[in-house]
Each structure stands twice: as structure tokens, then as C-alpha cells.
């Protein structure tokens, strides 16, 4: 049984586990770099360990000190959060072994999807839509250049231990892809120590939508519906929203249907998201598959009232899934807007000291946040401050919903995205559901 979770992250997640153990009665311990020794989230926790200095190397991503942490206060379980080492097999290889209760999927899966190739290659086998592409890894320029021919341009190269976009190149014509092809390669070995990189057909005009998946040890798999997160900027997401909009109720089925077939194909057995490209209005392609919690999990919470930290937690401890497909009902539209410590025009990090702030409250709204009147954002980390997130009855609810907190949302002393946000819940394109056609222009890639 878990009693005490060591939770190996920082920032408005921690503060989110934590509040989670908290209700479930489980004791929590925090670990800390020295940059963040004043953070709300070693407040929060029962104990708090210090593991290294402000570079995340050293501290959040040093293994050894935080299984001398684990030891010390003796935590049978670690939770990962996202980013940091919630995506890595050898750290969660490392706890199964150790008899510590890694909170997340065994790490064979976590191994086996983080390799896009071989995740491909699997939901493939259970009749899951693929984008049209190479099916094994290309090694060669000139066999990369007469598969692109084939698929017929533009195409994507993509790095096969990358994701989330890292390392993805476009090429629009076969005079510019032999460059593109090698550079990737090399990014691709720099960057993950593998330079096996494949290629698809690139669709322009797609969204992003994506499933959460929950299943547990014993086979059983549901999803929770569908989430829509193509207001992007360089990878990093700015506004997610569930259900995904303008998808008709056939579509929806069906790529609701092609998550859980491919969680089920891979014997998943935590909670997960399994990622999509849809081109409106047609088709819809698995795109990978995120073996951690994400940072939009709200989105989901609020429509299907589901605490995905507390079912993470049960299924790690080994028990049944509570919920069948039936139990789980969809209620509403929600939105969530990402707010950074950046200029709200360049999403140039603006790291500082935060003077005064007040968040929005009120019916339907969820502030996710680890910052306090006078805490100073450290440079070291991502620039994410807090998650806004709305509830409504329908979309247009969510929206004027979303345009009232932000208007709410005071803080002072660095600059944020409120501004941005404040135009988009403005912005007919958004209003309409033309979320495609911001890809290019707010991206850079
Ligand atoms: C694509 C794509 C179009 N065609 N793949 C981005 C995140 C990663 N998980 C997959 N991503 C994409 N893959 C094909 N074949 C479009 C995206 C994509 C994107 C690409 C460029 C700029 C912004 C983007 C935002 C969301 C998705």
C-alpha cells in the first residue's frame, strides 16, 4: 500500500500532487533545489529533502540524490510529474527494482513509446491510422529522399526518440530535403543520443488532438475523452480546451475508439494520452503516445469530474480501475490558458520577483499555481507561473467564463501571458474553430 509519495518535481504540479496525496491520506515528501527553497511546494509537503543546487542536472534529474531521498525519509513510492524524469525508463527501471512504486506505467511501456517508431509500428498493428510514412527507421539520405517522393511532399522528418516536436524538420520540395534529412540526423544524435529519425507526410492544416487513456495492471482500459491543444508556439502549448471542438460525433467515436484500441494493444497500465493529428474534415492519424500526466490534465478533470492524480496513484498501488466506460459521463466545455512569466508578445522568460498578484476564483474556475505575493520565478526552470482553468456549460460559456478571470488576474512585478490570452478569447479565428491556421504563423519549427 502507497503511504508516502516522494514527488520529483516542482512548481504548480508538485503543489497539484501533493493537494491529491493530501485528500487520499497519504503522506508526501518534496525535494527541492537551493533556487527553490522558498517554493510553496516544499511549504505544502510533510517533508521536504534538498537534492542538489538550481541547475536541474544536478538537482531535479539527479537519480542518485533522490534515491538517497527516498531512503532517507523513507517514501515507497515516487510520483514523477511531468517533464524531468517522468519519461524516463531507467529512472523508473531503477524503482521497480528498488521496491519503490514508480507512478506511472511499467517502464517496458514507458520504454517501448518513447521509441516513435516502435509506437507506430504497434497501434499499427490493431488497424490504428498512421500518418502515411516510414515504418522503419531511415539510416540513409538517398532512401529517405525516394520514400519522401513516394509519400509525396511536403513531409515532416521526425527524430525517433524525440517528441513533443523536438527535433522535427519540414522539407517542402525534394532540392531541400538531403540538408534537412542530415541535419536531423545530427540534432537527432546530439539531442538523444540516437540519430534514428522517420519520415512522414506533413499535414498543414491539422490540429492536435489528443486522448486520455487510464488502464490499469489488469488489462482493463477506458478514456476520458478528447482534448484539443493546437494553439501552440514553438511546441510549447498555450491554450487546451476539452472536448475538442468542431469534431463531428462519428469522428470523435472513432478516434476515441482507435485510443483505447492502441492503450490496449500496448498493455498500458496508468494514466496516458495518446496523441492525434486531425485534418479537418476527414481523417485523423496516431501521432505518439505520453506515458506521464500532462500539464492540461485539468481540461479533462473538469468535464469528466475524474481526479486523474488520485486514479494514477490507485492503479500504481496496484488496484482495479473504479470506473467501466459507462461510469465515466462528459459534462460541459472547459479551456485552459497556460500563464508564463513572458512578454506576452515575444514569449521572451521575464524571471523576476512578483510583488503583489491575486488570482480569479469564482463558479467554474481552477487557478493551478505554486506562486505567492513576493515569491521571486527563478530563471532556472520553465516559465510556466499558473493554469487558468474554466468550466462552462458549452464552449461560448467557457470563453466569456475565460475572458472574466483573466480579467481578474492581477500579477505584478513580471511580465505574462494574460494579454495574449485575453486576445485570443477575443479572436474570431479562435471563436470559429480556424485553430489550424495558427500553426505556422505563431510557430517556429
Ligand atoms: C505533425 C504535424 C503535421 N504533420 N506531423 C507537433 C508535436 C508532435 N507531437 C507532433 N507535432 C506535429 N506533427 C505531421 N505528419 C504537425 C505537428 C504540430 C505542429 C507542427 C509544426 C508547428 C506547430 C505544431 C503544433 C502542433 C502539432
Redesign the pocket.
Known amino acids: 500500500m502507497i503511504h508516502k509519495v516522494l514527488i520529483a518535481n516542482r512548481g504548480e504540479i508538485a503543489v497539484r500532487i501533493i493537494r491529491t496525496c493530501r485528500e487520499m491520506g497519504i503522506k508526501t515528501v518534496a525535494i527541492y533545489s537551493t533556487a527553490d527553497k522558498g517554493a510553496a511546494h516544499v511549504r505544502m509537503a510533510d517533508q521536504a529533502v534538498c537534492v542538489g543546487p538550481p541547475a536541474s542536472a544536478e538537482s531535479y534529474l539527479n537519480v542518485p540524490s533522490i534515491l538517497s531521498a527516498i531512503e532517507i525519509t523513507d517514501a515507497d513510492s515516487v510520483h514523477p510529474g511531468y517533464g524531468f524524469l517522468a519519461e524516463n525508463p531507467a529512472f523508473a527501471e531503477i524503482c521497480e527494482n528498488y521496491g519503490v512504486k514508480f507512478i506511472g506505467p511499467s517502464s517496458e511501456i514507458i520504454r517501448a513509446m518513447g521509441d516513435k517508431i516502435e509506437a507506430r509500428r504497434a497501434v499499427q498493428k490493431v488497424k490504428v491510422p498512421v500518418?502515411p510514412?516510414s515504418d522503419e527507421a531511415i539510416t540513409e539520405e538517398e532512401e529517405g529522399l525516394r520514400i519522401s517522393k513516394e509519400i509525396g511532399f511536403p513531409v515532416?522528418i521526425?527524430a525517433a526518440a524525440g517528441?513533443?516536436?523536438r527535433g522535427?524538420k519540414?522539407v517542402h520540395s525534394p532540392a531541400s530535403f538531403i540538408n534537412a534529412f542530415l541535419t536531423s540526423q545530427s540534432e537527432a544524435l546530439s539531442a538523444f543520443g540516437v540519430p534514428d529519425v522517420y519520415i512522414?507526410?506533413?499535414?498543414?492544416h491539422?490540429r492536435?488532438v489528443e486522448v486520455q487513456v487510464m488502464g490499469d495492471r489488469f488489462g482493463s482500459v477506458v478514456h476520458l475523452g478528447d482534448r484539443d491543444?493546437?494553439v501552440?508556439r514553438r511546441?510549447q502549448k498555450l491554450i487546451e480546451e476539452a472536448p475538442a471542438p468542431f469534431v463531428s460525433a462519428r469522428i470523435r467515436n472513432r478516434i476515441l475508439k482507435a485510443a483505447v484500441d492502441a492503450a490496449t494493444a500496448v498493455g498500458y497500465n496508468n494514466v496516458g494520452t495518446i496523441?492525434f493529428?486531425y485534418v479537418p474534415d476527414g481523417e485523423f492519424?496516431f501521432?505518439?503516445m505520453n506515458t506521464r500526466i500532462q500539464v492540461e490534465h485539468p481540461v479533462t478533470e473538469a468535464i469528466t469530474g475524474v481526479d486523474i492524480v488520485r486514479e494514477q496513484i490507485r492503479i500504481a498501488d496496484g488496484k482495479k480501475l473504479r470506473f467501466e466506460q459507462k461510469d465515466i459521463h462528459f459534462h460541459g466545455h472547459a479551456i485552459e490558458c497556460r500563464i508564463n512569466a513572458e512578454d506576452p508578445e515575444t514569449f521572451v522568460p521575464s524571471p523576476g520577483t512578483i510583488r503583489s498578484c491575486l488570482f480569479p476564483g469564482g463558479f467554474g474556475v481552477r487557478m493551478d499555481t505554486a506562486v505567492y505575493p513576493g515569491y521571486t520565478v527563478p530563471p532556472t526552470y520553465d516559465s510556466l507561473l499558473g493554469k487558468l482553468i474554466v468550466h462552462g456549460e458549452d464552449r461560448n460559456e467557457a470563453i466569456m467564463r475565460m475572458r472574466r478571470a483573466l480579467d481578474e488576474l492581477w500579477i505584478d512585478g513580471v511580465k505574462t501571458t494574460t494579454e495574449f490570452h485575453k486576445k485570443m478569447m477575443g479572436n474570431s479565428d479562435f471563436a470559429e474553430g480556424r485553430l489550424w491556421t495558427n500553426?505556422?504563423a505563431k510557430?517556429r519549427?
Open positions: 500518418v510514412g515532416i521526425k517528441g513533443g516536436g522535427m519540414i512522414e507526410k506533413y499535414f498543414e491539422s492536435h491543444c493546437s501552440q511546441h496523441e493529428l492519424y501521432l505518439e500553426f505556422l510557430s519549427v
